[in-house]
């Protein structure tokens, strides 16, 4: 089980070990220049040496953040705050006179969400001294394509850090986290800690919730890509067109210094309409003159595959990527034209795309292959789209061979995708088995109905040979479709990827799906791999 980290044990790996004090005047006076505006109660020559906003992970000498949230506003927690050693409180006028009490400085503002991001950055040096930092945006795919960067990357040369979904990582170093984006202070903390441990280079996710909340403001990106917009989050977003406008705000050109674009829909047609960063486009289609970059000649080879990227003045790129999946293709295209974008020359990139395949890195719970006979994959995909995608590139070209698909959809999200799901797998596969992904708090129960509803409709509808099965828990639907399964049929098992717990009711249950499939392919007598597809590695390649 993995370690569990009490927050304030999180925070401390999540900042430089060199402390640097910032004067609250020096906040003021920043946010002045700034436009934003400030007051301070107290001791303006008061020293700060860190940020934060959760008063449980607060180190003394922190400025305490009591910002109003969903419930509770911060000043609530304020006093555990100045207990914790907090050196001063920033807070807004609804926090003033409670915040007032305590003894400590305060810095005012009129909106604390709107300064976060650039008191973290003049704290930690940020503004001065941060990794180059290559940004992912975009519905599917950001995970496995920030993977490929890395590595890519590394394969340069470059000592490089990584914040995503499944790790954050300083080079060599894990780095637990507690949220999936880390807020604002965090990340500019872990930023200078990169910076202090040589990184010079980062690849990072940038999901909707975390423009919305505001998270990676005071950052600024070398390149920023865009992957494809889908429907998902509408239960934060509301619609697509919020959706739209929440990911496009990364490639303001306060944000970001260049961008790639992937074209492929109308979506990311607008998307590079609407940047003002400098823009380049990127289309699977060859026949697209629209775009700056094109992909073509693509190849079959083995699981994965071969092509060329076609650009200005005649320009040539030949990529190969061992990873399964088409759309794969679009996402190693997108990872090698963002490290060009950010200055590598053309040829040099060429070499270590020759020399290191790092394009070929396994991504856990990505494609995640667990066995070749039968084809036994494990993937994140949660939403109509990513299961589409998903369930189009496996299928043997063996005749009579079956793809089965084992899968939910999340409690507590966005339920109008639910019997779309079903009508996505019904649609892409030949057995359908409905299981449970994390009902959270929600009965899970009408969640399968929902979706077992769409699977049927489509098949009445279509007149569809497809068998559509309810099966739970989780593991045992894994179980059926192992058992169910010939050496030349494909096993998908979708929507959870590298997550090893399943929420049922507030309670964490440990549940792996890679585990559980490989251990079902050994008691129906398949063997699964011994290791994965690798990747670059600097130690191995000298």
């Avoid at 969903?70 to 609804?94: C, N, P």
Wanted: charged share 20%.
């Amino acid at each position: 089980m993995p370690e569990v980290l009490t927050p304030r044990a999180a925070e401390q790996l999540l900042r430089p070990h060199r402390k640097t004090p910032t004067v609250l005047a020096a906040m003021r006076a920043h946010l002045h220049e700034t436009g934003r505006g400030a007051n301070i109660i107290g001791d303006g020559q008061s020293q700060v040496t860190g940020i934060c906003l959760d008063s449980r992970a607060v180190l003394p000498g922190d400025l305490y953040i009591a910002a109003p949230g969903a419930k509770f506003h911060g000043v609530q927690f304020a006093q555990a705050a100045a207990t914790a050693g907090a050196a001063a409180i920033l807070t807004d006028m609804e926090g003033e006179v409670a915040a007032s009490t305590l003894g400590l400085p305060l810095l005012l503002v009129e909106d604390v969400r709107e300064v976060i991001g650039e008191l973290s950055a003049l704290v930690y040096g940020t503004d001065v001294k941060c990794p180059e930092l290559f940004a992912l945006t975009g519905t599917n795919g950001k995970t496995t394509t920030t993977y490929m960067i890395r590595s890519i990357l590394r394969a340069l040369g470059r000592e490089t850090g990584l914040v995503g979904t499944i790790e954050i990582a300083a080079g060599e170093t894990p780095i637990p986290s507690i949220l999936t984006t880390p807020e604002a202070p965090q990340l500019h903390g872990l930023m200078a800690r990169m910076s202090e441990m040589g990184v010079n280079a980062a690849a990072m996710e940038v999901s909707s919730h975390s423009l919305s909340y505001k998270r990676v403001d005071g950052l600024r990106f070398a390149v920023s890509g865009f992957t494809n917009l889908t429907q998902d989050h509408l239960d934060l977003h509301g619609s697509m067109e919020e959706y739209f406008d929440t990911k496009a705000v990364l490639f303001d050109l306060e944000r970001s210094d260049r961008a790639v674009i992937t074209i492929d829909d109308a979506w990311g047609v607008a998307m590079a309409e609407q940047a003002t960063a400098q823009v380049w486009t990127l289309a699977s289609d060859e026949s697209n003159t629209a775009a700056d970059w094109r992909i073509a000649q693509v190849v079959s080879q083995g699981l994965g595959y071969g092509f060329e990227l076609h650009g200005p003045d005649e320009a040539v790129l030949r990529l190969n990527t061992g990873l399964p999946g088409d759309f794969n293709i679009s996402n190693a295209a997108l990872a090698a034209l963002m490290v060009l974008a950010s200055g590598v020359p053309l040829a040099r990139l060429q070499e270590v795309l020759d020399m290191h395949n790092p394009l070929t890195v396994e991504v856990p719970g990505r494609m995640q292959v667990i066995a070749e006979r039968p084809a036994a994959i494990v993937d994140f995909a949660h939403n109509p789209d990513a299961l589409a995608r998903a369930l189009n590139s496996v299928r043997s070209p063996v005749p009579g061979s079956k793809v089965i698909v084992v899968f939910g959809a999340t409690g507590e999200r966005d339920a109008t995708k639910r019997p779309i799901m079903g009508a996505v797998a019904a649609a892409h596969a030949d057995v359908v088995i409905v299981t449970d992904d994390d009902p959270h708090s929600e009965d899970p129960a009408p969640i399968r109905a929902a979706i077992l509803e769409g699977a049927r409709a489509e098949i009445a509808e279509k007149s569809l040979t497809s068998e559509v099965l309810e099966v739970f828990p989780r593991a045992s639907a894994i179980a059926a479709a192992v058992a169910m399964a010939g050496e030349n049929d494909t096993i998908l098992v979708a929507g959870r990827g590298h997550e090893v717990f399943q929420e049922v009711m507030g309670v964490n249950l440990e549940l792996d799906d890679r585990e559980e499939l490989r251990q079902a392919l050994l008691l129906n007598g398949f063997r699964p791999l011994s290791q994965g597809l690798g990747s670059f590695d600097a130690k191995e390649k000298g």
